[in-house]
């Protein structure tokens, strides 16, 4: 079992529907939980991020996190073409040295929105 | 552009050649990430750099595998002998020090291997 587990879809959806995607994961030493949003051919890029277990809002996307299920989501409301892209999830481990982190990433969802 | 840039963006080589990427994370990011990403697979943690000290390194980062990154600038990763599984996409990510987690992640350089 994969220490992250994200249904890689694909996902298709009208233009204004709302978009559900989640992960689970089995490492209770995660920190941090994300969400990246990847283009094709284009690097990861953040779209939020949530320490504690509930819900972060912004603009129409929100992050929740549910630590005792170990399960996280992203809601997409009001859903635009432009918003076709592939979605990671992404969780923080502490690297032993340094004081920093390594991300450990879902397989990633592929999304489109029709017009 | 003030972005984590990579170079080359893309790059075939013959199966038992060996390639060399760079990486230039944003100025004054003293932490910097390499990534390796299959198709249809999210980023996997190769190796982490705090200033010019290799700190981590996973074990996907096989013996044919190193990096440097020799003033706590730029950095390199170098694959020797490539072999057809190490055609990937190769991101690198850089954060800043201090209490800002998010890493930033470049364009890629994406490695086929023939």
């Known amino acids: 079992q994969k220490e992250v587990e994200q249904d890689p879809g694909p996902l298709s959806v009208p233009e204004g529907a709302i978009v559900s995607l989640n992960c689970t994961y089995s490492?209770?030493?995660?920190?941090?939980f994300m969400w990246y949003r990847q283009y094709s051919r284009k690097g990861p890029e953040l779209l939020m991020y949530?320490?504690?277990?509930g819900n972060k809002e912004d603009g129409r996307f929100t992050a929740q996190v549910d630590k005792s299920s170990k399960y996280i989501s992203l809601f997409i409301r009001d859903s635009q073409p432009s918003d076709s892209a592939t979605y990671l999830c992404?969780?923080?481990?502490?690297?032993?040295?340094?004081?920093?982190?390594?991300?450990?990433f879902g397989k990633g969802t592929k999304l489109t929105v029709n017009p | 552009d003030t972005g984590v840039s990579q170079d080359p963006r893309h790059k075939i080589t013959k199966r038992g050649q060996n390639v060399t990427f760079r990486c230039d994370p944003i100025?004054?990011?003293?932490?910097l990430y390499w990534y390796r990403q299959t198709l249809g697979q999210g980023p996997e943690f190769l190796t982490y750099?705090?200033?010019?000290?290799?700190?981590?390194k996973s074990r996907l980062l096989s013996d044919r595998f190193s990096a440097e990154r020799p003033k706590g600038s730029f950095s390199t990763l170098e694959i020797q002998r490539t072999e057809q599984g190490d055609s990937a996409m190769y991101l690198c990510?850089?954060?800043?020090?201090?209490?800002?987690?998010?890493?930033?992640f470049g364009p890629g350089t994406r490695l086929t291997v023939t």
């Open positions: 949530t320490y504690s277990s």
């Open positions: 750099f705090q200033n010019e000290a290799q700190l981590e």
């Open positions: 992404a969780m923080s481990l502490r690297i032993t040295q340094g004081g920093s982190e390594k991300l450990v």
């Open positions: 990510a850089s954060r800043p020090s201090g209490s800002s987690y998010e890493q930033y």
């Open positions: 100025s004054e990011h003293n932490r």
């Open positions: 490492n209770s030493a995660f920190q941090y």
